[in-house]
Each structure stands twice: as structure tokens, then as C-alpha cells.
């Protein structure tokens, strides 16, 4: 089956495994596990920072929708809801982060780009949909 044919359920494969994430200077920021689950082309995501953060996504593909969706929780409270697919090879999911203060959401963009060594996660925001977008984080996953 051809690149072309291929059902969208396992655009994401690439992302799963054990996985030692590291910043942009090479430090360790923590780990995270990444499985198939249901059988369905789901994805589980665990992430263990180095520190007190942890967080959990689970990620499908919404054939009525045709994108695919993360719901994103951790243990600071957050909460973050993102749609969106493949392209280019690499995943991007958008969405609106609620803010704390109540003020009005930002726009979230985060894209997984597999790379030689692993995958590369870089999430960005931005204030209007009219400013630039400011990275908030980008993790380099080795396999572990």
C-alpha cells in the first residue's frame, strides 16, 4: 500500500516507544512512554519530568472528523485539547490553552518531526491569531 493509501489511524506510530527527552542544549528533561493502545491506532503518552511534572495524553484519529485529537492532563491541572493531522511528514495538533487568569485563550501548536535520532516535539503559542509564534517548548525524544 502506498504512502497515499494508507489509512490515517497510524500517521502517529512514529511517536511510539520509550523515550528520554532532552531541551535544545542537550539536558535531560525527563522520560516518556508512548504505546498503542485498543488496537485501534490510539495512542497512550506518560510523561515523568525530571522534576514534581507529570502528565498523560491519549491521541486518536476521528474518522467522522478526519483529524486527529489529543487530550492532554497533567499534574499542575492543565488541561489542553488539540486537533489537527499529518503534514509533511510531521504531526501537527492546534488548539486554545485556557488560561488561569481567566483572560482569553492563547492558540497552541505543537508538531512531532521524526528525525534521524528520534522525534523531534516543538510547542509553540502565540497571543492573536495575527502575532508570531513563540516556542514554550522543544524536546528532543531519544530512544531509551
Not at 44 to 59: C, T, V
Not at 65 to 93: A, K, N, P
Not at 106 to 130: E, K, L, S
Given at each position: 500500500?502506498?504512502?497515499?493509501?494508507?489509512s490515517p489511524?497510524?500517521?502517529?506510530d512514529f511517536w511510539i516507544g520509550?523515550?528520554?527527552v532532552f531541551g535544545p542544549k542537550g539536558k535531560q528533561l525527563g522520560v516518556s512512554s508512548i504505546t498503542a493502545v485498543l488496537g485501534t491506532g490510539a495512542l497512550a503518552e506518560h510523561?515523568?519530568?525530571l522534576g514534581e511534572m507529570e502528565g498523560r495524553s491519549l491521541n486518536s484519529y476521528d474518522p467522522v472528523r478526519g483529524c486527529?485529537?489529543?487530550t492532554w492532563v497533567d499534574s499542575g491541572g492543565s488541561v489542553l485539547?488539540?486537533?489537527?493531522?499529518l503534514v509533511d511528514g510531521s504531526m501537527v495538533l492546534e488548539g486554545l490553552a485556557p488560561l488561569e487568569d481567566g483572560s482569553t485563550p492563547q492558540p497552541q501548536r505543537i508538531t512531532w518531526t521524526p528525525v534521524v535520532d528520534g522525534v523531534r516535539q516543538?510547542?509553540?503559542?502565540?497571543a492573536g491569531d495575527d502575532d508570531p509564534w513563540t516556542t514554550l517548548f522543544d524536546g528532543h525524544y531519544r530512544r531509551a
Amino acid at each position: 500500500m502506498s504512502t497515499d493509501e494508507r489509512s490515517p489511524e497510524h500517521d502517529f506510530d512514529f511517536w511510539i516507544g520509550e523515550w528520554e527527552v532532552f531541551g535544545p542544549k542537550g539536558k535531560q528533561l525527563g522520560v516518556s512512554s508512548i504505546t498503542a493502545v485498543l488496537g485501534t491506532g490510539a495512542l497512550a503518552e506518560h510523561w515523568r519530568g525530571l522534576g514534581e511534572m507529570e502528565g498523560r495524553s491519549l491521541n486518536s484519529y476521528d474518522p467522522v472528523r478526519g483529524c486527529w485529537h489529543q487530550t492532554w492532563v497533567d499534574s499542575g491541572g492543565s488541561v489542553l485539547l488539540l486537533d489537527g493531522g499529518l503534514v509533511d511528514g510531521s504531526m501537527v495538533l492546534e488548539g486554545l490553552a485556557p488560561l488561569e487568569d481567566g483572560s482569553t485563550p492563547q492558540p497552541q501548536r505543537i508538531t512531532w518531526t521524526p528525525v534521524v535520532d528520534g522525534v523531534r516535539q516543538h510547542w509553540q503559542t502565540r497571543a492573536g491569531d495575527d502575532d508570531p509564534w513563540t516556542t514554550l517548548f522543544d524536546g528532543h525524544y531519544r530512544r531509551a
